[in-house]
């Protein structure tokens, strides 16, 4: 008995120790507003997308608007060319990656971002691209284009950002 908690204890400070580092990273992640997204770490992709597909996704972005998960009339265009390059590319997976600003606890943040991928995501499907081709992922606050509190700050973390699955 005495080891059970002693055991417990050591997982859970272990644990505590690590997700802070885990949780913000260095900033080399998917959706961070470096330079090229697929030099970065992200578990759910493996290899090197062509020059062709960074650009084409890359200019994808879709922004939201405050607390919402509604994807504006002026952000379809970029959907619809989205869904075009799909069809083109029939063999081609993506991620979407839902994000948000810090506003909004943790747990609010990773819902939101969560609906904000899976409307880009029905909303490709709609437009004919294959489901089974689209994953998405939500990171909430955790993965900022931009650093700060101020409304621009804010405005580009508000996102869903398409990335390739190789």
Same mark, same amino acid.
């Given at each position: 008995m005495k080891y059970t908690y002693l055991s417990i204890l050591? /997982?859970? #400070?272990?644990?505590?120790?690590? +997700?802070? @580092?885990?949780?913000? *990273?260095?900033? %080399?992640?998917?959706?961070? &507003?470096?330079d090229n997204i697929y030099d970065q770490a992200l !578990?759910?992709? +493996?290899?090197? !997308?062509?020059? #062709? @597909?960074?650009d084409t996704l890359k200019s994808e972005t879709v922004y939201f608007a405050y607390? &919402?998960?509604?994807?504006?009339?002026?952000?379809? !265009?970029? /959907? @619809?060319k989205l869904a075009?390059?799909?069809s083109n590319n029939a063999n081609t997976k993506i991620v979407i990656a839902g994000h948000t600003d810090a506003r909004g606890t943790p747990q609010y943040?990773?819902?939101? +971002?969560?609906k904000r991928a899976?409307?880009?995501?029905?909303?490709?499907?709609?437009? *004919?691209a294959s489901g089974a081709n689209i994953s998405t992922i939500g990171y909430g606050e955790d993965r900022p284009? %931009?650093?700060?509190?101020?409304? +621009?700050?804010?405005?580009q973390n508000r996102r869903a950002s398409p990335g390739i699955l190789r």
């Amino acid at each position: 008995m005495k080891y059970t908690y002693l055991s417990i204890l050591t /997982l859970l #400070a272990i644990l505590t120790g690590c +997700s802070n @580092d885990a949780k913000k *990273g260095d900033g %080399a992640a998917f959706g961070d &507003s470096t330079d090229n997204i697929y030099d970065q770490a992200l !578990p759910e992709r +493996s290899g090197n !997308p062509d020059k #062709a @597909d960074y650009d084409t996704l890359k200019s994808e972005t879709v922004y939201f608007a405050y607390d &919402s998960f509604t994807i504006e009339a002026k952000e379809r !265009p970029k /959907l @619809d060319k989205l869904a075009n390059y799909l069809s083109n590319n029939a063999n081609t997976k993506i991620v979407i990656a839902g994000h948000t600003d810090a506003r909004g606890t943790p747990q609010y943040n990773l819902a939101l +971002s969560e609906k904000r991928a899976n409307a880009v995501r029905q909303y490709l499907i709609g437009l *004919g691209a294959s489901g089974a081709n689209i994953s998405t992922i939500g990171y909430g606050e955790d993965r900022p284009a %931009a650093e700060g509190e101020t409304e +621009s700050a804010h405005t580009q973390n508000r996102r869903a950002s398409p990335g390739i699955l190789r």
